[in-house]
């Protein structure tokens, strides 16, 4: 049973940062591509970025490219999400979710996600 759990959201100012934390278990971690997702209330998941198994391999978003840093421990079964120069667009959900392979660049590839976090940023 693939068990994920985000914290480290909340409300912050346009221009501050905030650190997702998302804690996995139930699956080899190290084979397991993990990203990150974010989805406002009546709109469609955005895959925001993603990394490989062995961390060999990442995807960003371009909305969040230079603002937004994915990364993991693999000793600890966690990764991150590190959000700068957070805008008031980048308010949403955001979910954590685990790959069915050591790679996937594709939402399609990822079939468990963790309950989410809400980050509201205000001007």
């Known amino acids: 049973q693939v068990q994920l759990v985000e914290s480290g959201g909340g409300s912050v100012q346009a221009g501050g940062s905030l650190r997702l934390s998302c804690a996995a278990s139930?699956?080899?971690?190290?084979?397991?591509?993990m990203g990150w997702f974010r989805q406002v209330l009546g709109k469609e998941s955005e895959f925001v970025a993603s990394?490989?198994?062995?961390?060999?391999?990442?995807y960003e978003a371009d909305s969040v490219k230079g603002r937004f840093t994915i990364s993991r421990d693999n000793d600890k079964n966690m990764v991150y999400l590190q959000m700068n120069s957070l805008k008031p667009e980048d308010t949403a959900v955001y979910y954590c979710?685990?790959?069915?392979?050591?790679?996937?660049?594709?939402?399609?590839?990822?079939?468990?996600r963790g309950q989410g976090t809400q980050v509201t940023v205000y001007s």
């Open positions: 979710a685990a790959g069915q392979t050591g790679w996937a660049l594709q939402k399609g590839g990822y079939d468990h």
């Open positions: 139930g699956r080899t971690f190290s084979t397991t591509a």
């Open positions: 990394m490989s198994g062995n961390g060999r391999y990442l």
